[in-house]
């Protein structure tokens, strides 16, 4: 492994990852700062992130792509819940559209980087994936928009009697190329929108699909094409179609998420209902499909043409809901004394958690210890300068905060060279803030991370909100300045609170 020590490249804006996030924040840099000099680098030899990850049989999104998918770049293909080969394409327009192939640098993975306050820039510890070689680079911002989990290592628990089973176990994260399933009994563990979205591919060949679970989701199903969509975009063309039926699936969701926010009872009677009318006559839908929690209290799990139920009525897949007390030779015991006998299982049991690339920080010298820092308007940290951290909503479509942050930040940067201020740093003006987590969802992989990521604070600026209505106003409307952002200049490194 070499270092090389030669002076080190500089730019004002180092994006962390090529995926959606980090292509949309590219878009907005060439687009809103196209003097200010950028990379995107990415670990990778490719970009798309979780959508070029991700193989398993059946892989789609969950939310519409006319709000996951780019503001400026309206999405025309007929599948509104589109498969990951959609999306990928998609994103790699998107690239080639504004030029951002020369921008981003593949097999780069950022290590580590060490803000120094008297030189306002980060100098970042950059490895080659392919080499190991190691480099530098420094930066006058760091954009980190690399997702929020390992892509080396899915979650799985602890299963007793694991190493007796026979067949293959695999995790979704990584599905071998070529695994024979066709004809075959699979046992899915999991409830969540991974094992969802793979029981009924799976069943489209295999012998039998059970999904295992130990407590149901809900789970809705919906539309995999947009019918006024298509009408709204013959109507109006492709660019006016597009930001309507945005507008309205934007409002649906906000809608809905209200609506199970206020009637929390309600909205569980209802989607019962609606899963009664698409289950077997006599299915147990309260054991399999009536949750301990609140609808949307965890994400809600949507079925494209409820192809899920469609593939219990056919009888090609089932549900069990109870746990695991041993694996055996042939499948696994249940608590409750059932074997349940397989060829293959997959363990969908979801992700492991890593905020901001797995990168260490440095503030002059000091580590930077996420849970003590606090999140600012949702996308920088306390105490850390000149850093973002893109994370989106995890109640709507992920990119739709990160739309609005990547404006909030060109906005921010743009305000900064107007004034020739280099730094800008969130510190709250009341160290006794009382804190909570910075994501309230419930979801596993979050509650597990919790000690590992920022907080939020009990006042704006320092909330991380949930809801596109404010952060449309926090983001896009309201003024870039903040008594709480301090911002200054390098060479005298005097803050001045603008
Ligand atoms: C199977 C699946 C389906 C999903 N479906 C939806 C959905 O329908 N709707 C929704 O809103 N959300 C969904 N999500 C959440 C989803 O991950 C995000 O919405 C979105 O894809 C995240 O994009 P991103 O660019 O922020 O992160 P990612 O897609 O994770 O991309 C991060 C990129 O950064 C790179 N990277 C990470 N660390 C470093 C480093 N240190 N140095 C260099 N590069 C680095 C990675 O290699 C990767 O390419 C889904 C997630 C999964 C796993």
Known sequence: MTTTH???????????????????????????????????????????GTWDLFRYPGIRSDSDLHTFGYEFKPWRDEQSIADAPRILAYLRETITENGL??????????????WSTPEARWLVEVERTGTGERLQLSAGWLFCA???????????PVFDGRERFRGPIVHPQHWPEGLEYAGKRVLVIG???????????????AGSVTMLQRTPSYVMPVPRTDVLADRLRAWFGDERGFALTRRKNIAR??????????????????????????????????????????????????????????????????????RI????????????????????????TGLTVQAIGGISLTVDGEPVHLPDTV???????????????????????WTLKIGLLCEHFCRLLAQMDAHGYDVARPEPSDPDMPTRPFLDFAAGYIRRAVDQLPRQGDRLPWLTSTSYSSDVKLLRAESVTDPELHLSRAATAAAVTA
């Open 191 to 205: 409830s969540g929108a991974t094992a969802v979205t793979l029981v009924p591919a799976l069943a489209e060949t």
């Open 146 to 156: 690399g997702g929020y989990y390992r892509y080396d290592e899915g979650f799985t």
């Open 101 to 114: 192939d020369e921008r981003i640098r593949y097999s780069h993975r950022v290590l580590s980087a060490a």
């Open 375 to 397: 999140t600012y308007k949702g996308m920088m940290l306390s105490g850390v300068p000149n850093f973002v951290i893109a994370i989106g909503y995890t109640n709507s479509s």
């Open 253 to 322: 969701g906000i809608g809905i998420w209200r609506f199970c926010q206020k009637y929390p009872r309600a909205a569980r009677k209802l989607i019962r209902w609606v899963n009664a009318r698409q289950l077997p006559e006599g299915y147990p839908v309260d054991e399999h499909f009536n949750p301990p929690y609140d609808p949307w209290d965890q994400r809600l799990c949507a079925v494209p043409d409820g192809d899920l139920f469609r593939a219990i009525r056919n009888g090609t897949a089932d549900v069990v809901t109870d």
């Open 6 to 48: 030669t002076p080190v490249e500089h730019l004002d804006v180092l994006v962390v990852g090529a995926g959606i996030s980090g292509i949309g924040a590219g878009r907005y840099l060439t687009t809103e700062l196209p003097r200010r000099s950028f990379a995107i680098l990415e670990a990778r030899e490719t970009s798309g």
């Open 325 to 348: 007390a041993t694996f055996t030779e042939d499948g696994v015991l249940l608590e409750s004394g059932r074997e349940l006998q397989a060829d293959v299982v997959v363990t969908a």
